[in-house]
């Protein structure tokens, strides 16, 4: 790990306080970061950018005083050049395109995992530590493509991505957790594979699970979605 006076400073942004401190985490377990601070508002987030330098904001695009993008915006204004990775469960393009000429160099979108946040902080400290002049199209081409293409998650042999996602869509929308059984007639597919894909979420750190007691019989067990990297 690179010392704390190489290191990318990174602020977080995220009005969650829980969700803030799981940022904060993530980032400071990735070599060559450090995490100098944490605002739960726009606001409280200017006040840390002009006493404090930061290399990197990792902004939640939904703020109790105003949306992110006019922090970012207002920030380019007064001459703040800390580059952006926007962190947040928005999904409309133009926001995204808003973001990108405003400075935001990546996009991780709630909820996710520890694995895609290093992945994309891994990426942007490549990146970042790219130097002196190319030699031609094809070397600009090659540092762009560190930034913007992140290598596709792999999944277990025998799980697909569709049933995984209508899986994670089901449990997140169970405020009360799910059993496998459940689960299986939710998405329309067999308690057996619905646990395996239960199983995954727990592995990937995005579920947990519990027996569920108070039933003649073996107790089944119960999943319950983890929220602290989303909501």
Do not use: C, N
Request: aromatic fraction near 6%; charge should be neutral; charged fraction near 25%.
């Amino acid at each position: 790990m690179s010392d704390a006076g190489d290191a990318i400073r990174v602020l977080v942004v995220e009005d969650d306080p829980v969700a803030a401190d799981a940022h904060a985490l993530y980032a400071g377990r990735v070599p060559g970061f450090v995490v100098t601070g944490v605002a739960h508002s726009r606001a409280a987030a200017v006040r840390l950018l002009d006493r404090t330098p930061v290399d990197l904001i990792l902004l939640d695009l939904y703020l109790p005083d105003g949306h992110g993008l006019q922090l970012l915006r207002s920030l380019r204004a007064a001459g703040h050049s800390a580059d952006v990775i926007a962190v947040t469960s928005a999904r409309d393009l133009a926001i995204v395109r808003e973001g990108v000429s405003l400075g935001v160099v990546q996009y991780v979108l709630k909820p996710f995992t520890f694995a895609t946040l290093r992945d994309r902080l891994t990426r942007y400290a490549e990146f970042r530590a790219t130097a002196g002049e190319a030699s031609g199209q094809d070397e600009v081409d090659r540092a762009l493509a560190t930034l913007r293409t992140p290598q596709p998650a792999s999944l277990p042999k025998g799980l697909s991505a569709p049933t995984l996602e209508a899986v994670t869509r089901t449990l997140r929308d169970a405020p009360s957790g799910l059993t496998a059984t459940e689960a299986g007639v939710a998405v329309g597919i067999s308690r057996i594979t619905a646990r395996r894909y239960l199983e995954h979420l727990v592995t990937d750190g995005r579920a947990a699970r519990a027996p569920q007691y108070g039933q003649i019989g073996r107790p089944e067990l119960q999943y319950r979605w983890i929220t602290t990297m989303g909501r």
